[in-house]
């Protein structure tokens, strides 16, 4: 009888052990809060951005291609719980004339994470900018809750480290928003977001030419760099 005890001792001893080990692992993989990567989209009250903008402007009516400098300010000025419950920011965006320029406020946007997912709010045009956590090769439909098409953008780098005008970012992950060049037809567009900062870089390229192999030709459209400068939260 002594014998059978400890046999079956043993055997819940060791049946405790393989659930904790279970246990374990599977803890290992599940992300916890902190994991899903929430920071990479700061949305608090009173956060501040200011992008220096590098913008081209094709124009083949005139021949003529502008190149000029502005700032761009974007700052939470507002939070609230909308009809879902979910709390959500009013972004009050800035843009001034040249690099010195005064700020004039140009529009409001509102901003939102929910569902694993971050919301933008433009003139009543709701668009997804990234998901959680921001994994390397995840893809979704930007437009999911708008009537435009699909537009599909995935997360193509997660690095380490990246140098973005004369400051060091950590954990950046780089989001493609659009890809396409068929010689008279560009249009690309990259949004590149780092812990704690939020988006530090993007960059959007649209235009369009009548001719093909034709280096000499403007195109028609435009090139714009955002560059963040400055960040406070």
Same mark, same amino acid.
């Given at each position: 009888?002594?014998?059978?005890?400890?046999?079956? @001792?043993? %055997?819940?001893?060791? *049946?405790?052990?393989?659930? =904790?080990?279970?246990?374990?692992?599977?803890?290992? &993989?599940?992300p916890t809060v902190s994991d899903f990567g929430y920071d990479?989209?700061?949305?608090?009250?009173?956060?501040?951005?200011?992008?220096? @903008?590098?913008?081209?402007? *094709?124009?083949?009516?005139?021949?003529?291609?502008d190149t000029f400098q502005f700032m761009v300010k974007h700052?939470? @000025?507002?939070?609230?719980?909308? %009809?879902?419950? #979910?709390?959500?920011?009013?972004?009050?965006?800035?843009?001034?004339?040249?690099?010195? =320029?005064?700020?004039?406020?140009?529009?409001? &946007?509102?901003?939102? &994470?929910?569902?694993?997912? %971050?919301?933008?709010?433009?003139?009543?045009?709701? #668009?997804?900018?990234?998901? *959680?956590?921001?994994?390397?090769?995840?893809?979704?439909?930007?437009?999911?809750?708008?009537?435009?098409?699909?537009?599909?953008?995935?997360?193509?780098?997660?690095?380490?480290?990246?140098?973005?005008?004369?400051?060091?970012?950590?954990?950046? @992950?780089?989001?493609?928003?659009?890809?396409e060049d068929f010689r008279t037809i560009k249009n690309y =567009?990259?949004?590149?977001?780092?812990?704690?900062? =939020?988006?530090?870089?993007?960059?959007?390229?649209?235009?369009?030419?009548?001719?093909?192999?034709?280096?000499?030709?403007?195109?028609?459209?435009?090139?714009?760099?955002?560059?963040?400068?400055?960040?406070?939260?």
């Amino acid at each position: 009888m002594k014998k059978r005890y400890v046999h079956s @001792v043993f %055997a819940s001893l060791f *049946f405790i052990f393989i659930i =904790g080990e279970i246990g374990c692992k599977r803890n290992e &993989v599940e992300p916890t809060v902190s994991d899903f990567g929430y920071d990479y989209y700061p949305i608090d009250l009173g956060t501040t951005w200011e992008y220096q @903008v590098d913008s081209i402007q *094709f124009k083949p009516f005139d021949s003529r291609i502008d190149t000029f400098q502005f700032m761009v300010k974007h700052i939470v @000025v507002d939070t609230f719980i909308d %009809a879902t419950g #979910v709390k959500s920011s009013i972004i009050n965006v800035y843009h001034s004339d040249s690099i010195g =320029g005064s700020y004039k406020l140009n529009r409001s &946007v509102t901003k939102r &994470v929910f569902d694993y997912r %971050a919301e933008v709010t433009d003139t009543n045009f709701k #668009v997804i900018s990234l998901v *959680f956590p921001p994994n390397k090769l995840k893809y979704w439909d930007a437009n999911a809750f708008n009537t435009n098409p699909t537009l599909e953008y995935e997360i193509i780098d997660n690095l380490e480290t990246e140098t973005i005008g004369s400051n060091e970012y950590n954990d950046v @992950v780089h989001v493609v928003q659009q890809d396409e060049d068929f010689r008279t037809i560009k249009n690309y =567009g990259i949004e590149k977001y780092s812990k704690h900062f =939020g988006m530090i870089y993007a960059r959007q390229i649209s235009w369009t030419k009548e001719r093909l192999n034709d280096t000499a030709e403007i195109p028609d459209g435009y090139d714009y760099t955002y560059t963040l400068k400055s960040f406070k939260r």
